[in-house]
């Protein structure tokens, strides 16, 4: 009997074997699956998938169409040599993708079935496609068999495609267009809105869902209904109103655009900042899911944005000016000045500006192409004078005027009797007097001012609600309330301190001071340190910082532990392996420079059970280094307890070591705090170290008050640091 077809020519042999042994590599893995960890070096490989999947598809589908168009041996349309280099390259790039899939596929983050199905079709498309090489010479195309083949592979290309692109897009990214079109000619009116179903949940579904569904769920997060959405992921629930940054969900929204964890990742249409600041005030306000718009403060960001969405005013009336050009719109618009349509098919337009630092008085004037065109402007914390108001009164078809917090004193308002169409001015955070606020009821379709915050007296404002003509809305007068400030921001994520990294602090509210300590001890008032700028330590440090602002009481304390890390070793070896369960990073996870949250499902963690963990630290050149402090975990529930003796060696190599210093930590007792990440530091004399031993020994028996009494207790570690 003949053996299968090889190529022939030295590089075809070349690829056919690579493409034969990353398919065996591939059964091999399956094989032991459950025990193969991915190492960090191959992660960039797997994420390599998306980029290379496109070729076999292309490939294999442009061989298997050949073959059917084929009818007979003498055809014309038949060329074997380009056919067998076409299917080589299938086979090959086939095999790559099915590879770097599998590697992905050990990451968390996608729906387990529809990942299964996705896989094995993957994988049987590569072995399928090098087969069918193998033995193309007993499958001439004019055949039957052949046909067959290219039909059946046709669909699993398919279909493997189909199920690829439920997960990278979710199920409805075909349709979802047609979707949005449905929805756009079904607004809700203003009256009838709802913030969640209205508001929020269309932009989850637009920028959110794709990486948060049923089929592929990113951190374990699904969003397509409340309850998923309320429940959370991995991380817990998104949002929390107790923390500065209101959880992760808002966190990761405002983390730089090259961050890997920003969400929409990279190559996905990021939140504007209108639905960013949409979110934000629907989670400070409760994130409540029953919430109607027409309950929501006129100054509420949900209010304004529900504006420009919903079915209302400037959606609906018509207009008696044209378009203005596409080009000259793009043409003004810039990084800080966005010019938009207020509705689909509308010639309105609505101005937003951004970015005080960079805003001129000149940005207004340069608008006045579109004048015609523009009934709507904010200019919210821009720092508009009383003279700019002039230029604003040219834009006569303006009907909103938003000058929030901007920097007029009201001396130029009468400026704005020009306006004639204008319906709704906002002039909250200013200096305006009653006198100037006054004789805006000049403006003959005013029907809405907005004097938040300003410095009129109570007297002044019921004046003002005494007109039965304009809508004065003076806001919150909370003389009798106090409220609690939010806690500081802390703006150092990463809390490990390497060289000059000085330690920021912020908070969202004017004027108010923070105050913070070093020693462990809760600031005050009074005799804390007040932050004025960043500052740096010199060693691990905890910092607790609380926020006071007179006429509020004092935030809740925040608190965030910092490691100094003055010298970071060049190599680890782990002398005892840690347990397959909880392997980490292996020798790299103690020097990476990485620190661990309280997760014990990071994969940032070492976990030792049946023996102690021990380590070497390698120094090219010796440090003179004076501490040693230690990383660990402690979560009761768990069973991940402090060790019961903790050993730190020194010398120049592995054969000349002393010991410098032994910790024997306390051990919880039934009433603590079930997890909490431990620092252990190790004190000695200033000593050139070229080596260190570090040395962790496990509780044999948990205690008799544990549910696991009698068992063993597992030791964590994920960082050594050298000062």
Not at 690 to 717: D, E, I, R, T, Y
Request: charged share 25%; glycine share 6%; hydrophobic share 40%.
């Amino acid at each position: 009997m003949e053996s299968a077809s090889q190529p022939s020519g030295r590089w075809k042999v070349w690829i056919y074997n690579f493409a034969f042994f990353l398919n065996g590599l591939l059964i091999f893995l399956l094989l032991f699956e459950n025990r193969f960890v991915v190492p960090v070096w191959m992660q960039s490989l797997g994420r390599m998938h998306p980029l290379v999947l496109h070729f076999p598809l292309v490939v294999l589908m442009l061989y298997s169409f050949w073959i059917l168009l084929v009818e007979k041996k003498e055809s014309s349309r038949w060329n074997e040599d380009l056919a067998d280099i076409l299917l080589l390259i299938g086979i090959v790039t086939a095999a790559i993708a099915a590879f770097s899939g599998f590697v992905l596929s050990r990451e968390d983050g996608c729906e387990k079935d529809a990942l299964l199905w996705h896989k094995w079709l993957g994988i049987a498309i590569s072995l399928c496609s090098i087969i069918w090489y193998s033995y193309k010479k007993y499958l001439p195309p004019w055949k039957l068999p052949a046909k067959l083949i290219s039909v059946s592979l046709l669909l699993m290309l398919l279909i493997g495609g189909h199920l690829g692109g439920n997960i990278t897009h979710g199920e409805d990214f075909l349709t979802a267009p047609m979707q949005l079109a449905v929805v756009e000619n079904d607004k809700v009116t203003f009256e009838e809105a709802n913030v969640y179903t209205d508001l929020v949940e269309p932009i989850l579904e637009q920028k959110c869902i794709s990486c948060h569904n049923e089929q592929k769920a990113k951190g374990n997060l699904q969003m397509q209904t409340k309850e998923l959405f309320a429940k959370g992921g991995k991380e817990g629930t998104p949002w929390d109103t107790t923390k500065a940054d209101l959880g992760v969900l808002l966190t990761r929204v405002h983390l730089p655009l090259d961050d890997k964890k920003h969400m929409p990742p990279r190559g996905k249409a990021p939140l504007t900042d209108d639905e960013i600041a949409l979110l934000e005030a629907w989670i400070k306000g409760g994130s409540r899911f029953d919430e109607m718009v027409k309950s929501v403060s006129p100054q509420n960001p949900i209010y304004s944005y529900a504006q420009n969405v919903l079915a209302g005013s400037e959606a609906e009336e018509k207009y008696d000016f044209s378009a203005a050009s596409p080009d000259k719109i793009k043409e003004l618009n810039s990084t800080y000045r966005l010019i938009k349509s207020v509705a689909a098919e509308s010639p309105a337009l609505a101005v937003n500006f951004y970015n005080r630092a960079n805003f001129k008085s000149e940005d207004i004037a340069a608008l006045s192409p579109l004048k015609e065109q523009i009934i709507a402007m904010d200019l919210s914390k821009m720092p508009v004078k009383d003279e700019d108001l002039k230029k604003i009164s040219q834009f006569t078809e303006l009907r909103k005027l938003i000058l929030n917090f901007t920097d007029i004193t009201g001396s130029s308002l009468p400026e704005l009797k020009k306006l004639t169409k204008l319906k709704s001015l906002s002039i909250s955070g200013t200096k305006v007097k009653l006198p100037q606020i006054q004789a805006l009821s000049e403006i003959p379709a005013l029907k809405n001012v907005f004097v938040w915050n300003t410095d009129l007296t109570k007297q002044e404002m019921l004046t003002l609600k005494k007109s039965s003509k304009i809508s004065y809305e003076t806001g919150f007068a909370g003389d009798t309330v106090v409220l609690n400030l939010n806690p500081p921001i802390v703006e150092n994520e990463d809390p490990i301190l390497a060289g000059n990294t000085l330690i920021r602090m912020k908070h969202q509210i004017p004027g108010t001071v923070i105050r913070y300590s070093l020693d462990g001890k809760e600031p005050d008032s009074t005799t804390s340190q007040i932050y004025n700028k960043p500052f740096p330590v010199t060693q691990n440090t905890k910092l607790i910082a609380k926020a006071f602002k007179k006429g509020w009481y004092g935030s809740k304390p925040v608190e965030k532990f910092f490691f100094k890390s003055t010298y970071r070793p060049d190599s680890v070896r782990l002398i005892t392996k840690a347990d397959l369960k909880y392997p980490a990073q292996g020798n790299k996870t103690l020097n990476d420079g990485v620190k661990s949250d309280e997760s014990t499902s990071s994969g940032k963690w070492l976990g030792y059970l049946n023996h102690d963990l021990q380590a070497y630290l390698y120094f090219r050149k010796p440090v003179k280094a004076q501490s040693v402090t230690l990383s660990m975990l402690r979560n009761i529930g768990s069973y991940i307890f402090p060790p019961v003796r903790l050993e730190v060696w020194g010398g120049t190599d592995e054969k000349q070591m002393k010991l410098l210093k032994v910790i024997t930590p306390e051990m919880p007792i039934k009433a603590t705090k079930n997890s909490e990440n431990l620092v252990y530091d190790f004190s000695f004399p200033a000593q050139e170290i070229s080596c260190l031993k570090v040395v962790a020994k496990p509780l044999a028996k948990l205690p008799s008050w544990h549910p696991g009494k009698g068992q063993k207790a597992w030791v964590f570690m994920d960082e050594v640091f050298v000062n």
